[in-house]
Each structure stands twice: as structure tokens, then as C-alpha cells.
């Protein structure tokens, strides 16, 4: 079943979407700008006042909420957040297409698929939604921050369902690519990982905890996650590594999942700073993105009935020269 959320009463502003806060009905706080208040005891609390002064937060209904308004008269308020100051990511989207229904695009590393964190206006979609003047874009999908490649996002409401429910039911093939060190006594005659033949099926239980970076193995449990690991080469780097370049067909959508995949197999991904070990906090490394790309996009179009296939026109740095 898709999943509808919950409409907004405020419209997109410069790409950016309102954000949707719930207040509890009862408490301590006699109005809800006091609760809110409390809430966010890092901002300035006049400041705070005088956003219920000037109207800019109303209630599911689009009233707007005062700083009298008594806490329970709304379950969830709404808001524009104040817009940080954002270093610009220095890589660019790329658009494969669009049409009135779909819009796709080859995406950068480095760059978010959506708002997160201290990136708002530097994700794909805010430069989407102010490039194609469309507010209504909404990614089906999501690529991590770190991977490069294809994203789809739905352009209007009324057929979002339909490519949503592709994913949702596994009827998209997916295709990636990855390069990673080439592990020691590597045979590309006999080709084998963590003692298993390629290509393999890679199946295990993945689970993401709330609040953390890394998402959770739990070998205990019926595997949720699957990957088809096929090795399409070896060799040597343009920076000089002996790496191994891997095609990866995951039968599912888990979260990390291929880079957790590859980590257990003992090929962790070029430029991974979470698998298999969580390094240090850095600023990215441009010169060694993340070789992890999202090749290859295929299915059956919901509306129309005819196959599509999307392929990036990206590629990754440190594939081998000659592979082998």
C-alpha cells in the first residue's frame, strides 16, 4: 500500500518544503509558542515570538497559530525553516530526462538526494524544483549522499502512486557498480570472495536504528537484503591501486545495503568511511568519492505500458585502467 502523506497547508518556497512539527496536547506549556519555545531553547526566544506574531506558522488547517493559541488546539504546526548558510557542493546533476509524469537525472557524489542536515538548498531536489520550476517533484527514490547516479523523481501528484508502487512491489531493476581494493592472492581465472565462487548471491539481515550511521547486521534473523555479485574486472587504477570493479544487481532496497554487502565479503567500496569500519568525521575527500555508482535503471512504465531503461553517463574514478 502507498503510503499518502499528510498535505501541507503552505506551498513550496524556493524549493524548499515547509516543515511539519507535532505538539504534544497536554503538558506543562499553557500555549503552543511556549512549548515551541521550550523546545528549541537553542534559538532566541523573542525571535521565536515574533514568527507567531508575523503569521508564519499555522496549523494543519492553515490558521494561523498565535502565540496565545492554547497548546492542544493543534496536533502539528508548520513552518518555514530559517534557511542556513550552505557551502555550495561543486558537482552538478545532470538531467536524462523529464516528461510530464518523470523527471531523471545522473547525480553527483557528494550531493543529497534530498534536504537533511545542514544541507537544504544543496540537494537535488530544491535545485531541481527551482531549475524546472515544478514544486510538486518528489524523489520515488533515494541515492545516499556519498553514491553517484540515477534518481528518479515523480513530476506531478496524480501519478506519483504508480511509480512509487514499481519500487515498492521490486519490478525496477536495478544495476551498480562499484570498485573496491583487490584482495590479496585474487585469481580472475578462479574468481572468489570470502571463500564462496562469483558470481554469488549475498543475503543477510539488515536493520537502521534511529539516530545512527551505520545500519545494523543481525545474523539471527530471516535475511531481508539481497545482492547478486558479479566481478566484471581487475586491475590497475588511474591513481596506481590494484582494485577490483564489481557489477552489483540488489534484489533489494535496505538501506547501505550493497556497501554492507560488499564490506562482509571483504571488498569494502573505495572512499567508504562507514563500512566495514566507521572512520573519523572528515571533510569529504573530493579526489576519492565514494566508488560506488547507480548504473542502470529498468521497467515496465505504470502509465504507458513500454519498457524504459536509463543508463548514468557517469563512471568511476578509480575503475581499472585495464581490466582484467
Wanted: charged share 25%.
Amino acid at each position: 500500500m502507498v503510503r499518502v502523506p499528510m498535505p501541507s497547508p503552505l506551498p513550496v518556497k524556493d524549493g524548499v518544503g515547509p516543515t511539519r512539527l507535532r505538539v504534544p496536547t497536554s503538558g506543562p506549556w499553557a500555549t503552543i509558542a511556549e512549548y515551541i519555545v521550550a523546545k528549541f531553547d537553542h534559538l532566541d526566544a523573542g525571535d521565536l515570538y515574533r514568527r507567531f506574531d508575523a503569521g508564519e506558522i499555522v496549523g494543519t488547517d492553515g490558521r494561523l497559530i498565535g502565540r496565545g493559541t492554547a497548546l492542544g488546539a493543534h496536533r502539528f504546526v508548520w513552518y518555514y525553516r530559517d534557511l542556513p548558510v550552505e557551502d555550495p557542493v561543486p558537482f552538478h546533476q545532470e538531467i536524462l530526462h523529464v516528461d510530464d509524469d518523470l523527471v531523471v537525472i545522473d547525480k553527483p557524489h557528494f550531493l543529497p538526494t534530498t534536504p537533511g542536515g545542514r544541507y537544504l538548498r544543496e540537494s537535488a531536489l530544491v535545485r531541481l524544483r527551482t531549475r524546472l520550476d515544478n514544486p510538486d517533484l518528489t524523489p520515488i527514490h533515494r541515492l545516499d549522499r556519498a553514491t553517484a547516479g540515477l534518481v528518479m523523481f515523480s513530476a506531478r501528484p496524480a501519478t506519483r502512486g504508480a511509480y512509487q508502487s514499481l519500487f515498492e512491489k521490486r519490478r525496477v531493476v536495478k544495476v551498480y557498480e562499484a570498485v573496491s581494493t583487490r584482495p590479496h592472492g585474487w585469481d580472475p581465472d578462479a574468481p572468489v570472495l570470502a571463500g564462496r565462487a562469483v558470481p554469488l548471491v549475498y543475503r543477510n539481515h539488515i536493520a537502521a536504528r534511529r539516530g545512527e550511521f551505520r545500519v545494523v547486521v543481525d545474523d539471527s534473523r530471516d535475511p531481508n537484503a539481497e545482492t547478486v555479485v558479479e566481478v566484471c574486472g581487475s586491475g590497475v587504477s588511474a591513481s596506481g591501486q590494484s582494485v577490483l570493479h564489481t557489477i552489483l544487481r540488489p534484489h533489494t532496497g535496505r538501506m547501505h545495503q550493497l556497501r554492507v554487502h560488499l564490506a562482509a565479503l571483504g571488498v569494502g567500496i573505495l572512499g567508504d568511511r562507514l563500512y566495514p569500519d566507521l572512520l573519523p568525521e572528515a571533510p569529504d575527500d573530493h579526489s576519492l568519492p565514494l566508488q560506488l555508482l547507480a548504473q542502470e535503471l529498468e521497467f515496465t512504465d505504470p502509465l504507458s505500458g513500454m519498457p524504459r531503461r536509463f543508463v548514468t553517463r557517469r563512471t568511476l574514478s578509480e575503475a581499472p585502467a585495464a581490466a582484467r
